[in-house]
């Protein structure tokens, strides 16, 4: 979906709700596991073997999956920041039905061809239960799903250099809303799309009020 | 036999900041703790819910509630009350939940109203 972090989907001054924190408790605990996991495994390896060997390579390599795993767990998303796009909204608490403002600054080129939208995007986040299947079984657990609820997406000059662009909030679409097994949050977005690999994204949280 | 109550609202459509008003009647009578009304904002997917504010109007009746009486509530939705929200997967909105408190499960009259 785009997030670049955790909670800071939201803007200065708004906190997340009970949703926002469990999620954010899921992939700590989930860090801190696969953290635990892989750290022992590298350690257990260099400690019988006496360094990276033939022997201990895949335990070593195993280990680090698990490490690299943990670090991917601690962030809201898999989404690359574009160091070159900036963006100032105006205004950050617009409400339904009102013009908001952006103004997206490419302080590098980004090459020819390159495709850049810029984007007001609201991320609906809702509770449901996810049923497993395992070999002892079926486990239910309670998940996040997290879907467009609103997207509007304009295509940016791909050049450096200010661009400004005008978005209307739409009167009939959500709030910014951090609930129990519902949420709404609202952002303005800037992204270059690039053929392989993740899109870089800049993102600017902002508060929709009713 | 437990009470079985109906719930009448004086409006359906409200502002913030507004007294939502109503009546409820006892359409069967029974043993009861206590008769209260309560201003809900609720949150439901279709596997959750939520009951994210509750306002409560106070007592209005305590003890056996008599079949055929009627009680007249009035509970002030807040300042800040935001209007309900739909989405295919999601929905908040407001509702108006009459309750009897009693032994075993409790008897509701529930009504949704529409805040603008």
Not at chain 1, 33 to 60: D, H, N, R
Not at chain 1, 162 to 191: K, L, N, T
Not at chain 2, 23 to 29: I, N, P, Q, S
Not at chain 2, 46 to 61: K, V, Y
Request: glycine share 8%.
């Amino acid at each position: 979906m785009g997030w670049s972090a955790e909670s800071r989907h939201l803007p200065p001054g708004r906190a997340p709700g009970p949703q926002s924190r469990r999620r954010t408790r899921g992939r700590r605990i989930a860090s801190w596991i696969f953290g635990a996991l892989g750290l022992f495994f590298v350690a257990a390896a260099l400690a019988v073997f006496g360094g990276v060997t033939g022997e201990s390579a895949f335990v070593v390599a195993l280990g680090l999956g698990l490490l690299a795993l943990a670090a991917g767990a601690r962030r809201a998303s898999w989404a690359r920041e574009a160091r070159h796009l900036r963006l100032s909204v105006d205004p950050v608490e617009p409400r339904r039905g009102e013009r908001v403002a952006v103004r997206l600054d490419v302080t590098a080129d980004p090459g020819a061809g390159a495709d850049v939208d810029v984007g007001l995007v609201c991320s609906e986040m809702y509770d449901y239960v996810e049923v497993v299947h395992t070999s002892s079984g079926r486990s239910r657990t309670r998940s996040t799903k997290v879907v467009d609820a609103h997207a509007e997406w304009v295509p940016a000059q791909p050049v450096a250099g200010s661009q400004q662009f005008a978005f209307v909030v739409p009167r009939d679409a959500p709030y910014s809303y951090e609930g129990d097994c519902v949420s709404w949050a609202w952002r303005v977005s800037a992204r270059q799309r690039v053929e392989m690999g993740r899109d870089p994204v800049r993102d600017v949280p902002v508060w929709v009020l009713p | 036999m437990s009470p079985r109550l109906i719930l009448e609202l004086d409006r359906h459509e409200v502002a913030p900041g507004d007294e939502v008003t109503g009546t409820v009647v006892v359409a069967h009578g029974g043993r009861s703790r206590r008769l209260e009304v309560f201003l809900l904002l609720r949150e439901r997917t279709a596997e959750f819910e939520h009951d994210a504010l509750r306002i409560g109007s106070g007592p209005l009746a305590e003890g056996a509630l008599e079949e055929g009486r009627s009680h007249r509530f009035s509970i002030r939705l807040p300042p800040d009350a935001p209007p309900q929200v739909a989405t295919p997967n999601a929905e908040v909105y407001w509702e108006v939940d009459a309750r009897s408190d009693q032994l075993g499960p409790d008897a509701h009259a529930r009504q949704r109203i529409a805040v603008s």
